[in-house]
Nanobody, 123 residues
Framework: QVQLVESGGGLVQAGGSLRLSCAASGRTFHHYAMGWFRQAPGNEREFVASINWSGDNRAYADFAKGRFTISRDNAKNTLSLQMNSLKPGDTAVYFC????????????????WGQGTQVAVSS
């Protein structure tokens, strides 16, 4: 059974930084694409960033480009999201996701979800 546990959320002022982490367990972590999604109140869950199984292919939503960096440490079974220059519009619950199929070049729509971590950015 796949388990994804996010951490690192919190309250930060606009312009500040946060680093989210996701600890994965329950299967061979490095075989699967991983990603971050977010959901603000009243909004649908949206894609933030993804990274393929080997770590050499990354994708970002337009709002994340230049500010967010996704990375993974396959030796430690962890996924990270470094978020800089945060804006109030980044306020949301951030979810870690793991693809259900191995060796996907990009994360698919078939994923396991973590429970989420709250990020709040004050103006």
């Amino acid at each position: 059974q796949v388990q994804l546990v996010e951490s690192g959320g919190g309250l930060v002022q606009a312009g500040g930084s946060l680093r989210l982490s996701c600890a994965a367990s329950g299967r061979t972590f490095h075989h699967y694409a991983m990603g971050w999604f977010r959901q603000a109140p009243g909004n649908e869950r949206e894609f933030v960033a993804s990274i393929n199984w080997s770590g050499d292919n990354r994708a970002y939503a337009d709002f994340a480009k230049g500010r967010f960096t996704i990375s993974r440490d396959n030796a430690k079974n962890t996924l990270s999201l470094q978020m800089n220059s945060l804006k109030p519009g980044d306020t949301a619950v951030y979810f870690c996701a793991a693809d259900t199929k191995p060796y996907s070049p990009v994360i698919s729509s078939s994923v396991h979800w973590g429970q989420g971590t709250q990020v709040a950015v004050s103006s």
